[in-house]
C-alpha cells in the first residue's frame, strides 16, 4: 500500500468533511488544531496520530469507521474527480443560484 497516496486521499477526506461542514481550515483551531497543522493533514503532508482521527471524528460527528470509508470503494478517484467533487460541493454549499443555474446548464451540454 503506497502511504503517501493514502495520506492524500485521507486529507481529501478532511477537506471534503470539513467544507461540507462549512469550515474553513482557521475555524478548528476552536477545537486546538492550528490551521497550519490542519492544512497539511488535509494536504496529505503529515501522518495524523490515533488522537489527532479521533479528535477529528468529534469534529466532524463521525465515527472512525465513517472517517475511512474513502477505503471501501473499489476503484480510488483520481486527483481530478477528487478536485471536481470538492469544487461541486463547495459550489453548491455556497448557495449561489447563478452559479448553480450555470453549472446545471453545462452538466447538461457534456452529459
Request: hydrophobic content about 40%; charged content about 35%.
Amino acid at each position: 500500500m503506497d502511504f503517501n497516496a493514502l495520506k492524500k486521499r485521507f486529507g481529501i477526506r478532511l477537506k471534503k468533511l470539513r467544507l461540507d461542514r462549512g469550515l474553513r481550515q482557521e475555524d478548528l483551531e476552536k477545537w486546538g488544531f492550528s490551521y497550519r497543522h490542519y492544512g497539511r493533514l488535509e494536504r496529505g503532508l503529515v501522518n495524523p496520530t490515533l488522537e489527532t482521527m479521533v479528535k477529528l471524528c468529534q469534529v466532524f460527528e463521525i465515527t472512525l469507521p465513517e472517517m475511512f470509508k474513502f477505503l471501501d470503494s473499489k476503484q480510488s478517484p483520481t486527483e481530478d474527480q477528487e478536485a471536481v467533487l470538492l469544487s461541486l460541493n463547495r459550489i453548491l454549499q455556497d448557495g449561489n443560484e447563478d452559479k448553480i443555474r450555470k453549472l446545471k446548464i453545462f452538466l447538461q451540454e457534456i452529459l
